[in-house]
């Protein structure tokens, strides 16, 4: 049973280019949380999806970032116009249920904006 | 505002010895909390699991505990080795499925 996996594992992008984001959860989960490190600093939840549904984005920031959890396929976490303060590792988790279940983590995206 | 607290930030040890890690919380409302392991530049491992019913988990030489009246978790690692030696972070799942991290112990065993 594979992890949960992310792709690209590195992505490095100029300001203002488009980053695409992918993870896919273990096999049976059908909940996907994405949280981002942001250099020195600790993990910060961004946003919860089932399928096709986005259940709670608070953490996301208002503009420029979008995600989502299509029926086929993987979650896509989408960053427009990326600028420099963007540059963090991105980590996706998913989990079988809610509330009180074990999330799982990949291995995380680092993005960095140049 | 729900906040966790690692205490200490840093901590460096002599292999062999027996360690705890702190974790506190403010939100009673837990429904559980997971202490994770992260190495420089990869993502995090699961380590334990304490659900909100609980008072402890045990895997190997970890030995998780959870005070929900106090707000405070601990990891008690015993006898340490330098394969320990990474960032321990907990995080406390609250209501919507999030979890909230603590800033994490960065741990050192020395050989």
């Known amino acids: 049973n594979a992890g949960v996996m992310q792709n690209p594992r590195h992505l490095v992008r100029r300001r203002g280019q488009e980053a695409r984001l992918r993870c896919s959860p273990m096999k049976g989960h059908s909940h996907v949380y994405w949280y981002r490190q942001l250099p020195e600093e600790g993990l910060k939840f961004m946003v919860y999806l089932q399928k096709e549904n986005i259940i709670d984005e608070s953490g996301m920031p208002k503009e420029r970032f979008s995600a989502e959890f299509p029926k086929e396929g993987p979650s896509i976490l989408r960053i427009q116009q990326v600028v420099r303060g963007d540059s963090a590792a991105y980590f996706c988790?998913?989990?079988?249920?809610?509330?009180?279940?074990?999330?799982?983590f990949g291995p995380g995206t680092r993005l960095t904006v140049t | 505002k729900q906040e966790v607290t690692q205490i200490p930030a840093a901590l460096s040890v002599p292999e062999g010895e027996n360690l705890v890690l702190n974790c506190s919380f403010t939100d009673s409302a837990i429904y559980n909390l997971q202490w994770f392991r992260q190495d420089p530049g990869k993502g995090l491992t699961s380590l334990l699991l304490?659900?909100?019913?609980?008072r402890e988990q045990t895997s190997g030489r970890l030995n998780a505990s959870l005070d929900k009246s106090s707000g405070r978790s601990t990891l008690y690692i015993a006898a340490s080795q330098p394969g320990d030696s990474a960032t321990y972070l907990c995080a406390e799942e609250t209501s919507g499925s999030r979890l909230t991290f603590g800033e994490g112990t960065q741990l050192t065993v020395n050989p």
């Open positions: 304490i659900q909100s019913s609980q």
């Open positions: 988790a998913s989990s079988h249920g809610t509330r009180g279940v074990e999330q799982y």
